[in-house]
């Protein structure tokens, strides 16, 4: 079975410019959520959604925007890109938004560079 | 404000020993618990989780063991394997919400 997939794996981008990360959960999971993890942290929550809607935010600005589409996949846009927002983007899915034994599982990620 | 710690940034354990991470927190709403493990380029990779109702839990040579009163897990690998050379996350949640929080990782060093 595929595991989450997440692209691009890696991008460049200046400072003041948009991006868009893009994710797909495992078969059947209905719940993605993204998290940002800088070098030598671990990975901090940005947003939660399930069923198409959002269920939680973390402690970012509304520079970062996320989506959920109808097969459940997300997309992150982050725009006016700060030297900052280099890190990288983790996806992860689940069958449900929490819970217990509702275990979180993580794509590769995608290394955003802001230059 | 750190709700979840790891203490030590990194551990060096010779192969076939026992390897012991540990994680501290401070909300007393985290009712559930995990670990995860991560290579380079790659993502964290679920190990073993632990409900607040119980004290340990056990899957194979990974055993995770909580104490409530002190805010404190542990993670047990025996006997270590070079394999487990990876850095290591703990992650707390309270099961009625919907995000974890990781501490800041422990990177194990299994030495051949």
């Known amino acids: 079975d595929a595991g989450v997939t997440q692209s691009p794996t890696h991008l460049i981008k200046t400072r003041g410019q948009q991006v868009t990360l893009r994710c797909s959960p495992i078969s059947g999971h209905k719940s993605v959520s993204w998290y940002q993890q800088v070098l030598g942290q671990g990975p901090q929550f940005i947003f939660q959604?399930?069923?198409?809607?959002?269920?939680g935010r973390g402690n970012f600005p509304d520079r970062f925007s996320a989506r959920q589409f109808p097969n459940y996949s997300s997309e992150l846009n982050v725009n006016a890109l700060l030297l900052g927002d280099s890190a990288l983007y983790l996806c992860?899915?689940?069958?449900?938004?929490?819970?217990?034994?509702?275990?979180?599982?993580f794509g590769p990620g995608t290394r955003l560079t802001v230059l | 404000d750190q709700q979840v710690k790891q203490n030590s940034p990194s551990l060096s354990v010779q192969e076939g020993r026992i390897s012991i991470l540990n994680c501290d927190y401070t909300n007393s709403m985290f009712d559930y618990f995990l670990w995860y493990k991560k290579y380079p380029a790659e993502g964290p990779t679920f190990l073993i989780s632990?409900?607040?109702?119980?004290d340990k839990n056990e899957d194979g040579r990974f055993t995770v063991f909580l104490n409530k009163s002190a805010k404190h897990l542990s993670l047990h690998i025996v006997p270590s394997q070079p394999g487990d050379s990876a850095v290591y996350f703990c992650a707390a949640t309270d099961s009625g919400t919907y995000k974890y929080i990781f501490g800041t990782g422990t990177r194990l060093k299994v030495l051949a």
């Open positions: 959604y399930y069923e198409k809607e959002e269920r």
């Open positions: 992860a899915s689940s069958h449900l938004p929490s819970g217990r034994d509702n275990e979180q599982f």
């Open positions: 632990i409900s607040s109702i119980k």
